[in-house]
């Protein structure tokens, strides 16, 4: 009898205001994922929609915000981030996401993938991360780019967003409306995560599977992840190789996972030559797997495309300037 793999478990934890906002969105998509919510601030928390919750720092903030001081979300999280390492022990992947340039965030996040890296330096760590808005305060862009540059090192994969991105791509959207795209990406994300299970093999090509992945996620920097649905396989490939909210530069990076999900007769012979063409000659990625899921109920084919190791001249320029 053939041994049917593990089911994947992946914990996603939500550190601060924008962490806690991220769980919420995920929870009511339903998402197959187990979630941790954790912030100094009680109220936040308590709104949160989340599978456990974890509030830090009572002694120093009584239960509200750290109000922008990144030292204290960082001591609240060093009293307390064994208790989450305890419960992320039987995860394959543990996913972190936060908004720098809070407190709460910017200095519980790096000290949260410390604890976890430093117990389980074979469990892969996902950082999610978004950049504040040029306009927001000097104190909030410092705490990011220090909080940035740490986490890029420490973390296995770091994906950024910048928010003043979202709003030059959706200025007239009310905020929170335009918030909710950026947690949309994270939901697809996890999704395109959980995919790498029960990958059909395509022939004649280097299959994926979660393990394959991992080989190119561990320790390997900034990411792109990223799934796109067009008329064919070969538009939604090129519109998954653009990050919409980080400028990502894919050429000669780590590696990278081409899988496409639709319905049998989507997939020609010549996409699948046609993508590993560009992702190999054209960007120069040594390492590349693909991947097949059959599916009856997309209406038109989809492509994910994570690739590990990837250069930004945004973050670059954000980090020095
Ligand atoms: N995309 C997105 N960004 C957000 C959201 N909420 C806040 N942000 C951004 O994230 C930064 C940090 O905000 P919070 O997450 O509220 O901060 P915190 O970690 O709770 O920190 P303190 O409240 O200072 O302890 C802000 O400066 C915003 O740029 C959200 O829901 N979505
Ligand atoms: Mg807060």
């Not at 910017?106 to 306009?135: A, C, N, Q, W």
């Not at 910048?162 to 030059?168: A, G, H, Q, T």
């Amino acid at each position: 009898m053939k041994k049917m793999a593990a089911e994947l478990k992946i914990y996603v934890v939500g550190i601060g205001g924008r962490g806690l906002n991220a769980l919420t969105a995920i929870k009511r998509r339903g998402i197959p994922v187990k979630t941790i919510g954790i912030d100094t601030d009680s109220s936040a928390l308590s709104v949160a929609k989340c599978d456990e919750k974890l509030l830090i720092g009572e002694d120093l903030t009584k239960g509200r915000s750290t109000a922008g001081v990144m030292e204290i979300g960082r001591k609240a999280m060093e009293a307390l981030a064994y208790k989450i390492v305890e419960k992320v022990a039987d995860g394959e992947v543990v996913v972190l996401i936060s908004g720098l340039g809070g407190g709460a965030g910017s200095g519980g996040h790096t000290v949260l993938v410390e604890s976890i890296k430093e117990r389980f330096p074979e469990k892969l760590v996902i950082s999610f991360v978004t950049i504040p808005f040029k306009t927001e305060s000097g104190n909030r862009i410092n705490n990011a780019k220090m909080a940035l540059s740490t986490i890029i090192d420490i973390s296995d994969v770091t994906v950024v967003h910048f928010n003043d991105l979202l709003k030059e791509k959706y200025p007239s959207l009310p905020l929170v409306r335009a918030y909710r795209i950026l947690d949309n990406k994270i939901e697809e994300s996890l999704r395109a995560i959980l995919g790498l299970q029960n990958i059909k093999p395509i022939p004649g090509v280097v299959n994926v599977d979660f393990n394959s992945f991992k080989a190119i996620a561990m320790r390997s920097g900034l990411g792109l992840i990223n799934v796109k649905e067009a008329a064919s396989v070969l538009s939604a490939f090129k519109e998954a190789l653009k990050e919409e909210f980080c400028d990502i530069d894919v050429t000669g990076c780590k590696g990278a996972v081409v899988y496409i999900e639709g319905s049998e007769t989507a997939l020609q012979t010549s996409d699948i030559y046609d993508i590993s063409g560009t992702l190999t000659s054209t960007y120069g990625i040594q390492v590349v797997y693909f991947g097949f899921k059959p599916s009856w109920e997309l209406t038109q084919p989809k492509v994910a495309f994570i690739a590990t190791g990837v250069k930004s001249e945004s973050v670059r320029k954000f980090l020095e300037e």
